[in-house]
């Protein structure tokens, strides 16, 4: 069992205990990207071009023997229409809103990504190999006693991070904030923000004292899901936990 210390809001160490079980799960980076995959497949939004895009002209075909094609032509000209070979016409397989783009993955894939996943928040290497900064005195992932969740005020928050040793990885998130490269600049997502810590807690509260902090997400250990703990598929983040979502974690997932 691998041992690790429980840190007080004062950055200090207050104990030591042993980590749930779940934490020595092998890793495995294939399965971890998988699921990821599925989760975001899931989320995609059906779309689709209209049925009638490009068959709203008043056409006819001339028929043969005139020594040119005979194709569609607008009743208004000689300009091709509606056959999908011409330009301006209908196009010949257009995506359609009832495709169904979700996929499956089995229930035992699911759980093993998640628990390789939740290991992999206890190796410094891949903690590391992801960007993340934080001392190297601590231990990961690093556990607070519970007093943490009552903390009401986000100048608060900081302090405790920056005596446990992990606030430095909340700057570089916050420096790290960039305007996007393409088209996406127009569409509602101009900036793009690096993932920081992820704090997991029972307690609803803390969220009013951590969501203005950069790239840091905020989640009960009920809801933790793979784009949590490997933002996109890559296993090793930066985590807190409080003790008692520990403890809840060990015995449930």
């Known amino acids: 069992m691998t041992k690790v210390n429980v840190y007080g809001v004062d950055g200090s160490v207050k104990e030591k205990i042993d980590l749930p079980i779940l934490f020595n799960t092998p890793y495995r980076p294939d399965i971890i990207r998988k699921s990821f995959s599925v989760l975001r497949s899931n989320r995609r939004q059906a779309y689709g071009s ?83 900064k934080f001392s190297e005195k601590i231990t990961l992932p690093v556990i607070v006693e519970d007093n943490f969740e009552k903390i009401k005020k986000t100048k608060e928050i900081i302090e405790i991070l920056d005596k446990i040793g992990v606030y430095d990885d909340v700057v570089r998130a916050k420096n790290g904030k960039h305007i996007r490269a393409g088209k996406g600049k127009s569409r509602g997502r101009k900036y793009r923000t690096p993932k920081s810590l992820l704090i997991v807690s029972i307690n ?50």
């Open 50 to 132: 209209d049925p009638f895009a490009g068959t709203k002209h008043a056409t006819e075909s001339i028929g043969k023997g005139r020594g040119m094609s005979r194709v569609p032509r607008l009743t208004q000209g000689q300009k091709a229409a509606l056959a999908p070979c011409v330009v301006g016409g209908r196009r010949a397989h257009p995506p359609k809103v009832e495709r169904d783009w979700s996929e499956k993955i089995n229930n035992k894939e699911r759980k093993l990504s998640m628990h390789s996943a939740l290991a992999a928040t206890a190796d410094k290497e891949k903690v590391t190999n992801r960007g993340h």
């Open 204 to 253: 609803d509260d803390i969220k009013k004292s951590s969501n203005n902090l950069t790239g840091v997400d905020i989640v009960k250990p009920k809801e933790i899901n793979i784009e949590h703990l490997a933002p996109g598929g890559d296993a090793g983040r930066l985590t807190l936990f409080t003790k008692s979502a520990l403890a809840q974690i060990g015995g449930g997932k």
